[in-house]
């Protein structure tokens, strides 16, 4: 075949009876891989798992672990979390870093990173999973320096999520730079946490402020009407003010399901 570089990834399968080459000759190892490298390797059943096989390949696509409070492995509202013994799923994909990184929604991203400081910004957050019937002007990711958030529709390839679905899912960063993440906030307007505030946002000593004013869930088409604005005297919420218009029609080709 032309060995491991004439090939994008390469999937071990190794059947149950080795040890995980410490001390303790543990036998019940799940799976490792390297990040940005094509190699992965699975202990046994393992390798069949969507939730081993997806979190491995993602460190070979460069993605990092999602953490949430002290625990590295416990965002598990996308495949960088733990995993769990389940056959056929779950369905499920990668918070919005991850999604950042890997480029899949590249035309319906957002950096407000620099325009944040100036004014406040509102819109439409649509759910990824409804990335191919967007128009322009929808945005499915947002990054504000190290905080990344995405819309996390529990449906299709994502109706597994294990954690805060129909959610806005808020996750920083150590730097913009790295995919290691942390759960910071989970937002919806039919639950008392609606508004979360991040501090000392880019050292002004001003809160940094996201609020979901309105959800709409739908048969084919879900949006997050959202603001964000600095908490000093001269921006505020965008909730009062009109939603951009935006065309009905997509402009993403659909999928191919012949």
Sequence with gaps: ???????????YCIPYGTTN??????????AYAL?????SVYNHFWCGLSS?????VGHNLGLLHSSQGDQEYDDVTGMMGFSIYQEYGPRSCFNARKNWHLGWFDDRSIDLTDSIKTSSWGGRLVAFVDYKITAPG??????????FLQYNRARDFNEGTREYANRVVIVSSPDPDSTRTRLEAALANNIAISTFSYPNFDGTGNDLVFKVC?????????FIHLSIHVNDAVQSSTCDR???????SPSVSPPNNT
């Design 214 to 222: 309105n959800q709409v869930e739908g048969p084919k088409f879900d």
């Design 138 to 147: 929808d945005v499915v990711l947002i990054q504000v320096g190290n905080l």
């Design 1 to 11: 075949f032309g060995g491991e570089d004439a090939i994008d990834h390469v999937m």
């Design 52 to 56: 081993a096989t997806i979190h491995e």
């Design 21 to 30: 080459g410490g001390v303790d000759g543990n036998r019940s190892w799940l």
């Design 242 to 248: 009109p939603l951009p218009v935006v065309s009905q």
């Design 35 to 39: 990040v940005n490298h094509p190699r």
